[in-house]
């Protein structure tokens, strides 16, 4: 059990909000529709409270509005669907983390409604999903119980390292939210979203307003698919790791929620 993770799940209950059928959830550390959030999106790999540590760390200063997704296997319906989500939960004007899965979804939020998205962040992510469809088959997949791969994922953090704190950390968290909260439905859905993406015109907002994120160790987008996205916004804020892997917000905290301060600010900035 993650005792950390079980306290703030505490604090901030979940919501839901449906929208064509779908079933959206999401953690707000403060529910005062007159702040503008910070909309936090997760990869494939678990739910928004993957994201727990630097909601932590952040919302002394912001209002967070953590999302989970419902079962979509198409990342179109699923960006719709978050827009009009966040309509449903009285959020018209937002900032945008986004990591991974997250991260296109980010930018597909800021191409179908730039007016609404203030600041965003694309972080672990590409425009491009070439370099997965390279390596697994969405039709495979598609053909692969849903349990089958909730197991495999489920097997391969449970052989994870624990040699730092940092890992041991991920590793307990992400035991409690894949499976538990996380159904396979959703996991194979989601990953399934991921490999059917088109590829992304660039985001035309102010340099100033949008920020790229990566580490160098992250094993799962590969090196010419994050330096294209460090290409594709070289104008703008690039915040580059050394270490964080696919999850800076657990395996680099501190790093990570310093870059989210920096490119966010506090709730004066977003007034």
């Known amino acids: ?5 079980a306290e703030f799940q505490r604090r901030f209950p979940s919501t839901s909000c449906t929208v064509a059928g779908a079933t959206w959830v999401f953690r707000d550390t403060d529910q005062d529709a007159d702040r503008i959030p910070l909309v936090m999106l997760p990869g494939a790999g678990a739910t928004g409270d993957v994201l727990f540590r630097a909601i932590e760390g952040l919302r002394d200063t ?55 998205v203030r600041r965003c962040m694309f972080a672990n992510t590409f425009y491009d999903a070439a370099w997965l469809r390279n390596k ?14 909730l197991a495999n994922s489920i097997k391969q953090l449970q052989s994870a390292p624990e040699d730092t704190p940092e890992k041991a ?11 538990p ?6 996991a194979k859905a989601v990953l399934l979203a991921v ?12 340099a100033e307003t949008i920020a790229v994120l ?21 104008d703008s804020r690039q915040f580059r790791f050394a270490t964080g892997g696919h999850y800076p917000a657990l395996l ?14 506090d709730q004066a900035d977003a007034e």
């Open 136 to 149: 697994m088959s969405r039709d495979a997949l598609r053909k692969t119980p849903a349990d089958t791969h």
């Open 62 to 116: 912001r209002r967070i509005v953590s999302v989970s997704y419902p079962a979509l296997d198409d990342a179109d319906l699923l960006a719709t669907g978050l827009l009009a989500a966040l309509s449903e939960a009285g959020i018209e004007r937002f900032d945008l983390f986004g990591s991974s899965l997250g991260g296109y979804l980010a930018q597909a939020c800021a191409l179908q409604a730039p007016e609404r």
């Open 1 to 5: 059990m993650n005792i950390a993770l």
């Open 181 to 186: 909260a996380q159904t396979a439905e959703m």
């Open 195 to 206: 490999l059917g993406t088109k590829v992304l015109p660039k985001v035309s907002k102010p």
């Open 169 to 179: 950390d991920f590793k307990k968290t992400m035991l409690a939210l894949v499976g």
């Open 214 to 234: 990566d580490a160098d160790d992250d094993p799962v987008v590969d090196g010419p698919t994050r330096a294209a996205m460090r290409e594709r916004y070289a």
């Open 252 to 265: 680099n905290p501190a790093e990570f929620i310093a870059a989210l301060q920096q490119h966010f600010g």
